[in-house]
């Protein structure tokens, strides 16, 4: 079992910044992949981001340059960086943890990011 909480969301105009955090109740060295996923208002969710336990990323297209995912071994909490945030990029961001080794995967539960224009 994995517990993911998510922190970080809020009310931001366009152009600002903000962090996410997702905190793991599992060391994130046991974790194959973790990953940051966002859902908008009546679309289907969709991948931001992920990294490895080895330390490789991969970013959706809409979200290159803009946003960094990275981990912080000792505190099993990884982050996202969000720059120059667009009104689009407004959804619930879901923080998930891929077992593979397990076939199990775990979802935080969300944190809000809104962005005005």
């Known amino acids: 079992q994995v517990q993911l909480v998510e922190s970080g969301g809020g009310l931001m105009q366009a152009g600002g910044s903000l962090r996410l955090s997702c905190a793991s109740s599992?060391?994130?060295?046991?974790?194959?992949?973790m990953g940051w996923y966002r859902q908008a208002p009546g679309k289907q969710r969709e991948l931001v981001a992920t990294?490895?336990?080895?330390?490789?990323?991969n970013y959706a297209d809409s979200v290159k340059g803009r946003f960094t995912i990275s981990k912080d071994n000792a505190k099993n909490t990884v982050y996202l960086q969000m720059n120059s945030l667009k009104p689009e990029d407004t959804a619930v961001y879901y923080c998930?943890?891929?077992?593979?080794?397990?076939?199990?995967?775990?979802w935080g539960q969300g944190t809000q990011v809104t962005v005005s224009s």
């Open positions: 998930k943890a891929d077992l593979t080794y397990l076939g199990r995967n775990y």
């Open positions: 599992r060391s994130i060295f046991s974790i194959n992949t």
């Open positions: 990294i490895t336990n080895g330390g490789r990323t």
